[in-house]
T-cell receptor, first 114, second 112 residues
């Protein structure tokens, strides 16, 4: 059973804290993605990675960074959390082979920044 | 940037009725996918239709694709209360690398 897991379902942090969101996939996928989801704005891509140590900015990378040291793990880092980063964060992975099928999503982390 | 746009944004129907959701997009695609999201959870893949396909079925789901109009529709037949969720289309565009681009979603409520 394929699986994408995220380190926390709910997280509460204070303004200015450094926040780490972890994502692990067990499907040996090359591509991994971080989205945030806000009411009325749909899914917005923050960063993605197509290989170990490789990263690309998505639509809204400001205030975020990422790390991919191992193929199965993709971390999202909020260097100094702010209240406007309160959101639902979704991680996903996808194969890199031709055919380019579906994305598999984690359960999401609902982050609240106070 | 959102390529797909769903219509309607919200839909409320009675159990047993059919639900139709539409998606429009802007550029050439390799495939188009539909996902479902239960409240507060991650997205789950429902169905993928390739650019050279016109219609695809999976259980009570029927997806059509019209590449000339750059549009797709998702039909859920004989809806159930358990179908209550948000539904998103996602496009795999020909020049978008390995990324999918998601629309804003349709919130479906099926009343028992």
């Amino acid at each position: 059973d394929v699986k994408v897991t995220q380190s926390s379902r709910y997280l509460v942090k204070r303004t200015g804290e450094k926040v780490f969101l972890e994502c692990v996939q067990d499907m040996d996928h090359e591509n991994m993605f971080w989205y945030r989801q806000d009411p009325g704005l749909g899914l917005r891509l923050i960063y993605f990675s197509y290989d170990v140590k490789m990263k690309e900015k998505g639509d809204i990378p400001e205030g975020y960074s990422v790390s991919r040291e191992k193929k199965e793990r993709f971390s999202l880092i909020l260097e100094s959390a702010s209240t406007n980063q309160t959101s639902m964060y979704l991680c996903a992975s996808r194969t890199g082979t031709s055919g380019r099928g579906e994305q598999f999503f984690g359960p999401g982390t609902r982050l609240t920044v106070l | 940037s959102q390529q797909g746009e769903e219509d309607p944004q919200a839909l409320s129907i009675q159990e047993g009725e059919n639900a139709t959701m539409n998606c429009s997009y802007k550029t050439s695609i390799n495939n188009l996918q539909w996902y479902r999201q239960n409240s507060g959870r991650g997205l789950v893949h429902l169905i993928l239709i390739r650019s050279n396909e016109r219609e695809k079925h999976s259980g009570r789901l029927r997806v059509t694709l019209d590449t000339s109009k750059k549009s797709s529709s998702l039909l859920i037949t004989a809806s159930r209360a358990a179908d209550t969720a948000s539904y998103f289309c996602a496009t795999d565009a020909q020049h978008a690398g390995n990324m999918l681009t998601f629309g804003g979603g349709t919130r479906l409520m099926v009343k028992p």
